[in-house]
């Protein structure tokens, strides 16, 4: 009984320590200056859109234990121009960011579709599984948002438990049991990253759209139909922030519009994997 009981330690503590040195921190870069989407796209013309605030820099997926923060980093300072700690629902602490993180943990399964107002999709062999949607927006409004406008994705959107604001990034928190486990080198990772729109279009989720002309809260250099991609910076391999990655974004976010304006080509977007999986 003895030699079982310490066989099964053994077997526990090699166990354990395996899981340690699987489960990683995952660490992505992205260049700065390439908040245009496919490269065309401008700044909504009101003064709060300052320069660089959807300019994605640096996304982080820290392992907590129970829990997973994601760090997402912008080349401008958080701001809470609409005061969202004020609204019938409180936010939480800034206004005009909102980003869509899309995780592929289960190779062969997910949804290719991206949520409603996003306007892309992803390739087969990499669909996703989860998406966390960080918004400034009570987690309630965001669920209420999520059930009415993308019912059928629901099972596979997770809303942080706690997002705030530090300086130039944004931390959320979500439970690590709604991600499916710990983050690993061998997940593929996608962040979209959006501006929050309280007001939101037709089955839009929360997000501001991409016009032809931009307005005072409507991003231009796009098209007034929803042929193009409402993002404005993604992530690209090997995201290292090195400037070819610019380049390869254009080439992934390029889309076409027919004569009636639907979409002819829709921008596909790609999962960017730290290790190849097997
Ligand atoms: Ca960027
Ligand atoms: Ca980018």
Redesign the pocket.
């Known amino acids: 009984m003895r030699q079982v009981t310490s066989t099964f330690f053994a077997f526990a503590l090699i166990t354990s320590v395996a899981t340690a040195a699987w489960a990683e921190d995952l660490v992505f870069q992205?260049?700065a200056g390439?908040?245009f989407g496919p490269g065309s796209y401008t700044y909504p013309t009101d003064a709060v859109y300052a320069k660089g605030s959807f300019d994605?820099t640096g996304v982080e997926l820290v392992d907590r234990g129970s829990t997973v923060q994601i760090k997402i980093t912008v080349g401008a300072k958080i701001s809470d121009p609409w005061n969202s700690k004020s609204w019938p629902e409180p936010g939480n602490g800034f206004s005009l960011q909102m980003v869509q993180v899309y995780i592929d943990t289960t190779k062969g399964a997910g949804h290719t579709e991206t949520l409603p107002g996003i306007n892309a999709r992803f390739a087969k062999a990499d669909a996703w599984d989860k998406v966390v949607f960080i918004s400034p927006q009570a987690a309630a409004r965001v669920k209420r948002e999520v059930k009415s406008k993308a019912g059928d994705l629901k099972g596979s959107v997770v809303i942080p438990r706690k997002v705030r604001v530090r300086g130039r990034t944004i931390v959320a928190t979500v439970k690590k049991r709604a991600l499916g486990g710990a983050p690993a080198t061998s997940w593929g990772v996608q962040v979209i990253m959006q501006s929050n729109e309280g007001y939101p279009k037709g089955k839009d989720l929360l997000s501001r759209r991409v016009n032809e002309i931009a307005g005072a809260h409507r991003f231009g250099g796009g098209h007034d139909y929803d042929c193009d991609p409402h993002v404005l910076?993604?992530?690209?391999a090997p995201a290292q922030g090195g400037d070819a990655?610019?380049a390869a974004?254009k080439a992934a976010l390029s889309y076409s519009c027919g004569p009636s304006g639907k979409a002819t080509k829709t921008a596909t977007l790609p999962m960017v994997r730290l290790k190849p999986s097997p």
């Open positions: 992205d260049p390439d908040d994605l910076d993604v992530l690209v990655e610019k974004q």
